[in-house]
């Protein structure tokens, strides 16, 4: 019987993420980064995989995290932020990891101001979430599990 794989899945948070929970509920919600993180931490058991985390409200840090990436995960789920719509260097650094990611936002940016509907990375990851609030991020972390147990060892890059 083959043996089942444990991937490993990095979670990276752009700008003022940080403050979910207080900053402007009526937008994003009242789910805070721990209760996110729970949900998601909690789902990845059930599947069998592994989590870790990482938020930064700068630019450079966030690309360096993703350069860490290359040969430490399987895959990626990112939440941007602001550097969505701004951020060539983020899109660069995804590419350049070269691993499956799956780009999720709280809200749907299509349904925002005319700036958000436009995403640096919407076309460098397999797939998108949008607008369903904290719970993105588990179904984020589901749909990159799926991806990369059907594709296998082609799930990279």
């Known amino acids: 019987m083959r043996e089942k794989r444990t991937f490993r899945i990095l979670f990276v ?21 721990a209760d996110i993180r729970g949900a998601v ?5 059930r599947e069998g995989a592994k989590v870790a985390f ?21 895959g990626i789920v990112i939440n941007p932020a602001a550097y969505t719509h701004t951020s060539v260097a983020v899109r660069d650094a995804l ?16 349904s925002r ?19 369903v609030g904290g719970y993105g991020y588990t179904l984020a972390l589901q749909a990159l599990l799926h991806h990369l147990r059907r594709e296998g060892a082609r799930g990279r890059g």
């Open 95 to 110: 590419i350049y990891a070269g691993l499956p990611s799956i780009e999720v936002h709280l809200t749907n940016p299509a």
């Open 113 to 131: 101001e005319g700036f958000r509907k436009v995403s640096y990375v919407e076309d460098v990851v397999v797939g998108r979430i949008c607008g």
């Open 13 to 33: 948070d752009g700008p003022n993420l940080n403050v979910l929970g207080d900053r402007e509920p009526s937008v994003y919600g009242r789910e805070t980064p």
């Open 54 to 74: 990482f938020q930064s409200n700068h630019e450079g840090e966030i690309v360096e995290r993703l350069q860490g990436a290359k040969r430490r995960f399987d």
């Open 41 to 45: 931490t909690e789902a990845a058991r």
